[in-house]
């Protein structure tokens, strides 16, 4: 079983796990901040087993009607993800501002401390451990995870604050309120979703950095004059970088070529993490050329 498998499943075993802690304590306190901590770790547990299907998914080789592999099934999970946040939190809302106005008041407080304790020390080694595994395997699916998980540890540890403040002051109507405010947070918070998304979508630029580094490297080599036409774009974990090299010497056997930009590609391998490198040779700078890939089917197919 791979780490990124190992992790998923880890992470739904400890989401069940707070799910029932505390759906118990909402039950004998009442506490919408608890109720919600508890649909949370509900949406958690749904995640998880969602992005057990996309690891499984995209973990698949290519084959024949596939042949770029099957990365991009992580779009429909973030686009899932979302959905069901978003939807969730506006139920959250609804209640919290009923018990509001319904002027209904938290039972207890002690039991729901102890409660979101217990609950804060699981996520926080959950959160570590998936970070490992993120940092480990470059998994974007375990990576959105942990940072999920991470935005529960911070909502927990309100709730908490919520509920001693409760219990110094007398405040119980801090309890829906707080409740509201930890939805609105979470609901920005999946605004992150939707970008990353939408950044999978439209094939995004891989980071700066390793466009630098690049660039850098082909210009490192003494027998290349230039390069031209470099682009990249990420695919769930997978980078991809292509660009075409002018050599200096016109008359470059194809071997020489060929070896030198085979050092090139394992440069930026080692370097940028899951890359597929393509590099096209050219003994003369094309890209001022009418021949270039924007217009190149007119030209040639005339």
């Known amino acids: 079983m791979s780490p990124e498998k190992k992790a998923v499943i880890t992470a739904s075993l400890t989401a ?3 799910i029932i802690l505390k759906t118990f304590a909402w039950l ?5 901040a608890i109720l919600t901590s508890a649909i949370d770790s509900t949406l958690d547990f749904f995640v998880s087993l969602m992005n057990l299907f996309a690891i499984r998914k995209s973990e698949q080789p290519h084959d024949e009607d596939h042949n770029y592999w099957h990365w991009k099934i992580e779009w429909f999970w973030a686009i899932f993800e979302w959905l069901i946040i978003f939807i969730s939190w506006l139920s959250v809302i609804y209640f919290s501002v009923e018990k509001i106005l319904k002027n ?17 020390v699981v996520t926080f080694f959950l959160v570590r451990y998936l970070s490992k595994i993120a940092k480990d395997t470059w998994s974007l699916v375990i990576k ?18 919520s509920l001693i403040m409760i219990k110094l002051f007398n405040l119980p109507m801090i309890d829906p309120v707080i409740s509201i405010l930890i939805a609105f947070y979470i609901m920005y918070w999946s605004i992150g979703v939707i970008k990353e998304w939408y950044n999978m979508l439209m094939d995004k630029s891989i980071e700066k950095e390793y466009v630098d580094f690049v660039k850098k490297i082909v210009l490192d080599h003494p027998e290349i004059d230039s390069f031209h036409f470099l682009k990249t774009r990420k695919s769930g974990k997978n980078n991809f970088v292509e660009f075409h090299i002018v050599f200096k010497d016109i008359n470059i056997s194809l071997k020489d070529a060929h070896d030198i930009s085979d050092g090139i590609e394992t440069d930026i391998i080692c370097e940028i993490p899951n890359s597929t490198v393509t590099i096209h040779l050219d003994y003369f700078d094309d890209s001022n050329s009418k021949i270039n890939p924007k217009n190149k089917k007119d030209v040639l197919c005339d």
């Open 28 to 32: 004998i306190t009442w506490s919408m």
């Open 16 to 18: 069940i796990f707070l």
């Open 144 to 161: 959105s995870d942990a940072l999920h998980y991470k935005t529960d540890l911070y909502t927990n540890f309100w709730i908490i604050l």
């Open 104 to 120: 209904e008041i938290l039972k207890k407080t002690d039991e729901s401390i102890y409660v979101m304790v217990i609950a804060v």
